[in-house]
């Protein structure tokens, strides 16, 4: 004879926990950017390919973008070549174009493409490059309010999203990384290194998507990093406008990227802790939520009175 003890109710109370996330997020799509400073171990990233196959298995449709600027360093390192980054983009000759095309779409997106398929036939990899994806034009960046030229890196002039639909029609997992086309005549055959938080957001926002994600090493947007341990958890598009100017390195094309996709469509944008494991799924079917959520100005009859909301955690320095 064998017995068994219950115990699982606090098991049951989880997953009553998620129905009315599940039903509110069912059939919506939700654009994930995984940054390369949260691929920090075999572990998170496995994690994190369980959570997205878990949100298209409840019904969701999850699409990937993928960074990988640690990675790509690493390699130009490799190669006796530096990193330099001005106004937080990588300054990308042609020869440093070649090593950001082969890690972003040769290593970083295989071996997401592979630890997602190991759930099933599921996620299928791409280039901005692929099916017109993304196509975009040279561009400056701004260092002291002057334009500085920073070789190939490309500013985004259209997105054409018709296989990316066409993939999650088919229940697959659209995994992507963020190299765009040329759209100069002159420069026909051209590619371009686009920021993944800005290839994410320009996709979020052509999708109509009800979310977007962003998985990064930090708890959240700190309101006064790197001094403070509070993050905001909850701000307007008009409240982040105002504090971006004020943001530093990574977090400036991470927030931009947020403003732009709650200002065309999108109803949320999230950037919340890649280094915590399952926390697509803490985000997503609970009740806590973690990290910082913006969301659009309200509309003028129902504006929230208050200021934005914080939560504050361990770990700032
Ligand atoms: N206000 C801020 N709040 C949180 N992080 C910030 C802030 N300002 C700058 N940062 C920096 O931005 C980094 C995240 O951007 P980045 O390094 O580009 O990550 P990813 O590879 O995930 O895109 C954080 O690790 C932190 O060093
Ligand atoms: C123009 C530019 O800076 N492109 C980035 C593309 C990768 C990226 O954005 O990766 P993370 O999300 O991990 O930072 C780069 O070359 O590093």
Known sequence: MTTRKHNALPKARTLIEALPWLTRHHGKTVVIKFGGNAMID????????????????????????????????????????????????????????????????????????????????????????????????????????????????????????????????????????????????????????????????????????????????????YEDWPHSDEVISRLTASQLEKLLPDLASGMVPKMQGCLYAVRNGVRNARVIDGRVQHSILLEIFTDEGIGTMVVPDPEPATAPRGGIAHHTTQGAA
């Open 42 to 221: 075999d572990a998170l990233k496995r994690a994190f390919a369980q959570d997205v196959v878990f949100l298209r298995h409840a019904g969701l449709r999850p699409v990937v973008v993928h960074g990988g600027g640690p990675q790509i360093s690493a390699q130009l390192e490799l190669l006796g070549l530096e990193s330099e980054f001005k106004g937080g983009l990588r300054v990308t000759t042609p020869e440093a174009m070649n090593v950001v095309r082969m890690v972003l779409a040769g290593q970083v997106q295989r071996e997401l493409v592979g630890l997602l398929n190991e759930h099933g036939p599921l996620a299928v990899g791409m280039t901005g490059e692929d099916a017109r994806l993304m196509s975009a034009t040279k561009h400056y960046a701004q260092v002291d309010g002057a334009p500085v030229d920073i070789g190939r890196v490309g500013e985004i002039t259209a997105i054409d999203s018709g296989a990316v639909q066409a993939l999650l029609d088919d229940g697959r997992i659209p995994v992507i990384s963020s190299i765009a086309r040329s759209s100069d005549e002159e420069d026909a055959s051209g590619v371009f290194n686009v920021n993944a938080d800005t290839a994410a957001s320009a996709l979020a926002a052509a999708l109509g998507a009800e979310t977007l994600m962003v998985l990064t090493d930090v708890e959240g947007l």
